[in-house]
């Protein structure tokens, strides 16, 4: 399996994709003065797609491989009961904490409403 590419491999794919990039850009100008815009704006779009690509293939096999390198590197304990236990109490505690806070933000925004609502209210009495 390949390991998580090197700088060295990262510096000759910038300088692939600058070079594709700058023939692109050269073309879509060419296109433009000699043609057509259609055709330059075609160029310039394939250029600017082809760079999105190469960067999008290369970061996926880059998280690929390190993903592949880093569960290689995990030991392979197996679980046991009590871990399983413990962390499903820490889960419950956590989710416990998370509807409480909601509850709260829930009742502040009740009361912001009703404030609100009060404060429109008496804004719309004539004065007088």
Partial sequence: MADVSTGSDLAARIRHVALGAAIGIVVSWLGYFLITPLIAALVLSATLIGVVLSLYFYLLTNTQNAVAAQSNKLPSAPLKADDITTA??????????????????????DDAVVTLSDAFNLAKKPRG
Avoid: F, M, P, R
């Fill in 88 to 109: 499903g109490h820490n889960l419950a505690s956590s989710l416990s904490t998370c509807a409480s806070n909601l509850s709260a933000i829930k009742s502040t925004q």
